[in-house]
């Protein structure tokens, strides 16, 4: 880690962190980390996990468990087929993606170059697109002439970008099976939409194993098939891009300088004080066991709405509750009209909340009305 914060100017920042002395610990969990093999996370959740030759060998079994769950995600709206997928005993892949921040970092775009070195992906349904981590490894990668041998074995290089991992760029074909080291694996998070009859499949794994496999055509291999790992030069860390491009304005506020806004940037809707009380209504009960956040906010197209928070809030909930927006549009008109002084349509509600003891002196009028959505476990606990 020091050696890393010093090629990146940073080496003064560096301190060890340790337990101070009197630390003690019930129990240690060791893992020896050249035990494990290289593994992929299945549809439709990252837990889903096999070690990829164990995939390789039952295939069948495992392929169709994936069907019948796709089955279920889709609600019959569209179909996922993976068996079809199999040819003369190995799984064929349509799309390849080494991209994010942890994914398309400089060691393993270096080791997809090791393995593709050469070789060719191919010139049919499968296809690799790497995504370089940062403009200065991007700009390390060129120069040491990995960018040409990626290019040259058939791979699409594309600039630091973080659009794979929430579904915005590289969305599969239909019916397609996507191999990524990216983030989460939710269904529909590369983009397809079921309701239109879409459906595609994202699985996650590791950057070696997805550069064996376009070394290998498409066809599902995993990085311990391959010895091509070790040459990996010294990562050179040029801060030029980060000079000439990014503007630094730390301590250096320039406020007399007026924002600018296009017609999509909106600011947020303006915020009254919060009341003692609140009334909440649900407006939408989901008792799946987990509800992940691509369905609390979809990816894809809604990201294009981030900088206008009334917009995307419209895509609340629409690939799992659609009604939910318009009832919770409904229930903020209720505390529209609480603010103009008019509580007349919950004379009901409010009578029935003064029989709580405690709550007989209540003031409607001085209670904030908004809505709510009960799910058994919302989120999914992964980040990004």
């Known amino acids: 880690m020091h050696?890393?914060?010093?090629?990146?100017?940073?080496?003064?920042?560096?301190?060890?962190?340790?337990?101070?002395p009197m630390a003690y610990y019930d129990g240690c969990i060791s893992v020896d980390?050249?035990?494990?093999?290289?593994?992929?996370?299945?549809?439709?959740?990252?837990?889903?996990?096999?070690?990829?030759?164990?995939?390789?060998?039952?295939?069948?079994d495992i392929l169709r468990e994936i069907e019948i769950e796709s089955e279920r995600v889709a609600h019959g709206k569209a179909k996922l087929s993976l068996l079809d997928k199999v040819e003369n005993g190995r799984l064929?892949?349509?799309?390849?993606?080494?991209?994010?921040?942890?994914?398309g970092n400089y060691e393993n775009v270096i080791a997809a170059a090791n393995a593709l070195r050469g070789q060719s992906c191919g010139n049919d349904t499968f296809s690799l697109a790497v995504y370089p981590s940062s403009q200065p490894v991007f700009m390390d990668l060129?120069?040491?002439g990995v960018v040409a041998d990626l290019i040259g074995a058939g791979a699409i290089i594309r600039t630091a970008f973080c659009g794979p991992c929430f579904g915005a760029g590289d969305t599969p074909i239909n019916n397609g099976l996507s191999i990524r080291h990216t983030t989460r694996n939710f269904p529909n998070r590369e983009g397809s939409k079921p309701a239109?009859?879409?459906?595609?499949?994202?699985?996650?794994?590791?950057?070696?194993?997805?550069?064996?496999?376009?070394?290998?055509?498409?066809?599902?291999?995993?990085?311990?098939?391959?010895?091509?790992?070790?040459?990996?030069?010294?990562?050179?860390?040029?801060?030029?891009?980060?000079?000439?491009?990014?503007?630094?304005?730390?301590?250096?506020?320039?406020t007399q300088q007026p924002l600018i806004y296009g017609p999509n940037i909106k600011d947020w809707p303006e915020l009254g004080a919060l009341t003692d009380n609140i009334v909440l209504k649900v407006c939408s009960k989901i008792l799946d066991e987990v509800t992940t956040t691509d369905e609390l906010i979809p990816s894809g197209e809604t990201s294009s709405y981030r900088s206008n928070p009334i917009g995307l809030a419209e895509f609340t909930l629409s690939r799992r509750d659609p009604g939910y927006v318009g009832?919770?549009?409904?229930?903020?008109?209720?505390?529209?009209?609480?603010?103009?002084?008019?509580?007349?349509?919950?004379?009901?509600?409010?009578?029935?909340?003064?029989?709580?003891?405690?709550?007989?002196?209540?003031?409607?009028?001085?209670?904030?009305?908004?809505?709510?959505?009960y799910a058994v476990k919302p989120g999914d606990g992964f980040c990004a």
């Open 3 to 20: 050696n890393w914060l010093a090629l990146h100017g940073r080496g003064q920042d560096y301190c060890q962190l340790n337990p101070q």
């Open 33 to 60: 980390l050249s035990a494990i093999k290289p593994m992929i996370a299945l549809p439709f959740h990252p837990s889903n996990v096999y070690e990829i030759d164990t995939l390789n060998q039952n295939l069948t």
């Open 92 to 103: 064929k892949v349509q799309q390849g993606i080494i991209a994010g921040c942890s994914g």
């Open 142 to 144: 060129a120069k040491k």
């Open 196 to 254: 239109n009859g879409q459906m595609s499949a994202v699985a996650l794994m590791d950057a070696r194993s997805i550069a064996a496999t376009a070394a290998n055509g498409g066809y599902l291999t995993s990085a311990s098939e391959l010895d091509c790992w070790d040459n990996v030069p010294e990562y050179a860390f040029d801060v030029t891009p980060y000079k000439n491009r990014v503007y630094q304005g730390f301590v250096k506020g320039a």
């Open 327 to 373: 009832r919770s549009k409904a229930t903020a008109e209720l505390e529209n009209q609480r603010l103009a002084g008019n509580v007349s349509e919950l004379t009901e509600v409010f009578a029935r909340i003064k029989q709580i003891a405690g709550q007989e002196h209540i003031d409607p009028l001085q209670t904030e009305i908004g809505s709510m959505v």
